[in-house]
RNA sequence: CGGGACGUGGCGCAGCCUGGUAGCGCACUUGCUUGGGGUGCAAGGGGUCGCGAGUUCAAAUCUCGCCGUCCCGACCA
């Protein structure tokens, strides 16, 4: 039997001031977290007991589908350069020496060592498929760790990796992963959303996202409420209503108009009275390539390229930097000044693409600039864009006619209200927390670490990988987000630190507090999670802490039970009801563990 | 890493501008009181004022440096 009294809850009438989530602000204030260090948090009495549930949930369901292993957290800097995220992930890898002074670091995923299991053990494709999981903490030197558990440099995750010999047998796999992400946040109460994710530029082709939407999360996800549509604003794509083309001036070759001291697409555009759907806005960037590229690896003196890459969008489009990032699979920059004197020989505020000789194929032509041209431009004709002239513009631009694009891509940011791409009704945009993430890795590891069995023709082939992520902190966060109002949260039974706490009114009225002795006993004999409040405390201190801490169903047990009641409150719309003490236990066997 | 703020008993804060005795609420201890929404009264304990240097007869207070924490941005397999 859990006694209040005689446990360690120390619950606070006041948040920490530098706390600003609620789920933060509840989580120290009911004592289930302290602080130890920027994103770094120790776990109390309840919040470990609620981290294990939700611990207890995710294995359970990942045992359905896969084998838990245990491997380490201390990983050899060998086998991160093997895999080349030794230098690939900077500064986010927290490194350290050992007395030797050898490179060690703390694994913040573990591709390096499940797949180094994988090279050593598995030789032949009657060996695959496998799904390997571990549950274990990792480490991430975040540059900002915020909102108490939503942003950590230690947490605890689900990992699993999985080994198929084909592309249909990893579909199965991810397949499986999806349907268990599933049961696992269904069983854990949340209410969340799977999106379309970016798969980034690792080459994966599918991956998923399990998002919970909450204003405090740090994820935008585009949905449709008309349909099932739903993805990550990194990914997120929509329909656009037609744009009427301007009609070409003079002779239809570009044309040049004196637009004195107009530099910005608004002014340019109310200058001379078009709207803004029918400029041209040219972003000016440098790809800015940390000197770690596989290419470079090894030569520490190797100096990094910069090549120009200029990119074109509708003039009231935004570019979205991971589509970009997608696209040309290295990280950019803007130009400085000097710079875009030096390409464009016009200063910010007037850049077009006429004059400048732009790459024909991103990887094959050489160091010549690159033109990308946004999707929503292809087909579009007789658009204003700059003159690379000082306080001139060009009219009667087409693409495609006019100016050559290295490519065109889909590099446009979804706003709000723009049809579905699916069905055409508007989206929507929402904050969220990431939950969970599933992806198609693809041969990203097995090649480059050097993973091999052979197929049944005898041929030497590369497992095809997944990987699949949940963050546990990250459940409770959410969880609680879900659920607060002024006086506390409420989880959902399967992962509350208790599923009932028994107040007596007083402990000094024997009546009272035999019977919620008796009630407490009586559910703790029937499977129940019960923490009975026997302290010598006031009613009120024990109501507003009952509400604090999580615990989704109160029994009060006072005057009544001269009756044969108690009361039971439901936490989350405190409604209140009197139950026969002799049929509590059946009273919430009907209601906990129905079904 | 750029911008902003903060750092004073366990928690929340005042004091700093205008240098000189460290203060309030909560929590804690003891006694009485109260007993269905943080009861009231009384008496107590607890603080290198983040760290270091400087100015000064004298620094929580002024100056400089460092560290830490939070927020915005950048970043985020």
């Not at 505020?349 to 991103?362: Q, R, S, V």
């Not at 969880?479 to 599923?499: H, T, V």
């Not at 039970?561 to 719309?573: H, K, L, N």
Request: charged share 30%; net charge negative.
């Amino acid at each position: 039997m859990h006694r209040w009294s005689q446990l360690f809850i120390p619950t606070l009438r006041e948040a920490p001031a530098d706390a600003e989530v609620a789920s933060h602000k509840f989580l120290v204030r009911a004592g289930y977290i302290r602080q130890l260090a920027a994103g770094i948090y120790s776990f109390l009495f309840l919040g470990n007991r609620s981290f294990n549930k939700i611990v207890e949930i995710v294995r359970e369901e990942m045992d359905k589908i896969g084998q838990e292993f245990y491997l380490p957290a201390l990983h050899p800097r060998e086998l991160w350069e093997a895999s080349g995220r030794w230098s690939l992930m900077g500064e986010n890898l927290f490194r350290l020496q050992d007395r030797k002074g050898g490179d060690l670091c703390l694994g913040m995923t573990e591709e390096e060592v499940m797949t180094e299991i994988a090279r050593k053990e598995l030789r032949s494709y009657k060996q695959l498929p496998q799904i390997w999981y571990q549950i274990a903490p990792k480490f991430r030197d975040e540059p900002r760790p915020r909102s108490g558990l939503l942003r950590v440099r230690q947490f605890m995750m689900k990992d699993s990796y999985s080994f198929d010999i084909d592309a249909a047998g990893l579909d199965v796999s991810y397949r499986k992963h999806y349907n268990a992400y599933c049961r696992i946040f269904d069983r854990c109460g949340l209410k969340y959303m799977v999106v379309e994710a970016d798969s980034g530029a690792m080459g994966g082709k599918e991956s998923h996202e399990f998002m919970v939407r909450t204003p405090a999360g740090e994820d935008q996800i585009v949905s449709c409420d008309g349909c099932n549509y739903a993805a990550n604003l990194e990914k997120a794509t929509s329909t656009l209503w037609p744009v009427e083309d301007l009609k070409a001036e003079g002779d239809g070759k570009p044309l040049l108009v004196h637009t004195p001291g107009q530099k910005t697409i608004e002014d340019v555009a109310k200058f001379l009275g078009v709207s803004p759907k029918n400029k041209i806005k040219t972003l000016a960037l440098m790809t800015n390539e940390p000197a770690s590229d596989g290419a470079s690896k090894g030569k520490e003196g190797s100096k990094a390229k910069s090549r120009a890459v200029v990119v074109l969008m509708r003039g009231d489009h935004q570019l979205n930097e991971a589509k970009l990032n997608a696209t040309i699979a290295t990280p950019t920059r803007p130009m400085e000044e000097a710079e875009i004197e030096m390409l464009f020989q016009s200063p910010a505020g007037y850049l077009g693409p006429i004059g400048i000789e732009w790459a024909k194929d991103f990887k094959t032509d050489g160091d010549k600039p690159v033109l990308l041209v946004d999707k929503a431009l292809e087909g579009r004709t007789n658009l204003i864009g700059g003159a690379n002239k000082k306080d001139y513009h060009l009219k009667n631009l087409t693409p495609g006619k006019d100016f050559h694009p290295t490519a065109y891509a889909d590099l446009r940011s979804v706003t709000a209200g723009e049809a579905c791409p699916n069905c055409g009704k508007p989206l929507r945009i929402d904050t969220a927390v990431e939950v969970g993430h599933i992806f198609k890795l693809g041969y990203r590891y097995s090649e480059s670490m050097g993973a091999r069995v052979l197929d049944r023709n005898g041929k030497e082939v590369m497992p095809i990988m997944g990987c699949y992520g949940i963050g546990v902190e990250r459940i409770l966060t959410a969880a609680i987000e879900q659920g607060n109002d002024e006086d506390g949260f409420w989880l959902p039974a399967a992962i509350a630190p208790f599923e009932i706490v028994v107040a007596p009114v007083s402990v000094k009225d024997e009546a009272v507090k035999s019977v919620a002795e008796d009630v407490a006993q009586r559910l703790e004999i029937a499977g129940f999670d019960v923490i009975l409040d026997d302290r010598d405390e006031r009613p009120g201190v024990k109501f507003k802490d009952a509400d604090l801490v999580g615990i989704p169903f109160r029994i009060t047990v006072g005057k009544k039970v001269t009756e044969g009641t108690v009361e039971v409150v439901f936490r989350s719309t405190r409604e209140v009801r009197d139950v026969t003490i002799t049929t509590i236990v059946e009273y919430f066997q009907g209601m906990l563990r129905a079904g």
